[in-house]
């Protein structure tokens, strides 16, 4: 029986253990704070560091992550469902950059399978856009200086100078 995208990118993330979780600060959108709350997440797991992100341990390990797996994996910060996809903002225009094989295990599976591929890149536009738009410019230039090394720009999409406009 064949698994689907989401059973075969969830093996995939459960063998790699985690490794996008350490060192991410993942930046927390109104929503997804709003969210947490609803399901009972203290929001003790949120610091405010140039922007509002999730914190971590002391080894630089997500808060969130516990045996190599998301406690909040229903409702993860919109950059970690948009992954292996990240992004920056110039230029009033979301840049989408793809991992690395080295970082990321489940790039060569996506690379392999175009299906997965536009179904995960569908899913990251619609979740970065909608960080991009419920975040302040300066959080947003904060963001930006946070190096992103072994990535390729995959697509540039034009926002409107209010912000981002609607897919």
Known sequence: MMQSFEETAEAICAECGGRCCHEAHPPLSPARLAEFRARGVPISVAEFDGYT????????????????KCRVHAFKPETCVAGPFTFEVQDHT?????????ICP??????????????QFRIAVK?????????????LEVINRIPE???ELVAEIPLGPGGAETE
């Open 94 to 102: 979301l840049h989408l950059f793809l991992k690395h094989e080295s």
């Open 127 to 139: 979740s970065l856009m909608a960080l991009v738009r419920s975040l302040p410019w300066d959080e």
């Open 106 to 119: 489940l790039v060569p599976y996506l690379k392999a399978d175009g299906d997965a591929y536009a179904a």
């Open 53 to 68: 992100r999730m914190k971590s341990h002391d080894d630089g390990m997500c808060i969130m992550c516990s045996g190599g």
């Open 149 to 151: 090394p072994d990535t």
